[in-house]
């Protein structure tokens, strides 16, 4: 019962966008730290030292240099804790998922290309290799976009990404981004 309430609520959590997520996440925090020095002002002198104790308690580091005293604090802190820990299983989730789809386009080849000052090779083939391997090696940060008709991407690096279509066509020329493209050309 227990488990399946917690794979629905990851389940639905991991469809939330990451802005919100990200807002509400910094925004509890933040109220967090001045309801700590609320409910206990004695331990917790100032909403700073408050944000510290909610941020230890969040990553679950828990250095135990302040420790809430009145229950009211203990249950509060508890909250917390389990904030914490259902805040970075959503987010491990949502970068799981991302990583997941991101994959799958790169695989699917239906990616599209958002970069700028990238260099888009048209058409696969030893010579456009052979080029790619020369760009690479002598600048490894620059990204290079292939577009070819080939069913997969015909080489596999980080930096070389690969559109499947006819190159002729407006709209397979927008997914390489080619009107960004410090360069482009074609090698048979």
Same mark, same amino acid.
């Given at each position: 019962? #227990? ?6 609520? =990851?389940?639905?959590?991991?469809r ?16 967090? +730290?001045?309801?700590?020095?609320? @409910? ?7 909403? &700073? ?5 909610? #941020? ?8 135990g240099?302040? @420790? ?8 509060? !802190? ?7 820990? +259902?805040?970075?299983?959503? #987010? ?8 997941? %789809? ?5 695989? /699917?080849?239906?990616m599209? &290309?958002?970069? %700028? ?5 048209? !058409?696969? +083939?030893?010579?456009?290799?052979? +080029?790619?391997?020369? @760009? =690479?090696?002598?600048? %490894?940060? !620059? /990204?290079?976009?292939v ?7 015909? @080489?596999? $690096?980080?930096?070389? &990404? &690969?559109?499947?279509? /006819?190159?002729? %066509?407006?709209?397979?020329? $927008?997914?390489?981004?080619? =009107? ?6 074609c090698?048979?």
């Open positions: 019962m #227990m488990i399946s309430l917690i794979k629905k609520v =990851l389940h639905h959590s991991i939330i966008e990451h802005w919100k997520i990200i807002f509400f996440g910094i925004l509890f925090i933040f109220i967090s +730290s001045f309801v700590i020095h609320w @409910i206990e002002p004695e331990e917790f002198k100032s909403p &700073y030292i408050g944000f510290w104790f909610v #941020m230890t308690t969040v990553s679950q580091v828990g250095l240099d302040y @420790i809430p005293e009145t229950v009211a604090g203990r249950l509060f !802190t508890t909250v917390i804790y389990l904030f914490g820990i +259902s805040f970075f299983a959503v #987010m491990i989730a949502k970068w799981i998922d991302f990583i997941q %789809k991101y994959e799958e386009l790169k695989e /699917d080849n239906t599209v &290309y958002q970069g %700028k000052n990238h260099v888009v090779m048209i !058409t696969w +083939s030893e010579k456009a290799k052979l +080029s790619i391997m020369e @760009i =690479l090696n002598e600048k %490894k940060t !620059t /990204d290079i976009v577009i070819d008709k080939l069913e997969e991407a015909p @080489i596999d $690096d980080d930096n070389v &990404y &690969y559109v499947k279509g /006819d190159p002729s %066509k407006v709209e397979i020329l $927008d997914k390489a981004n080619v =009107l960004e493209a410090k360069s482009s050309f090698l048979r």
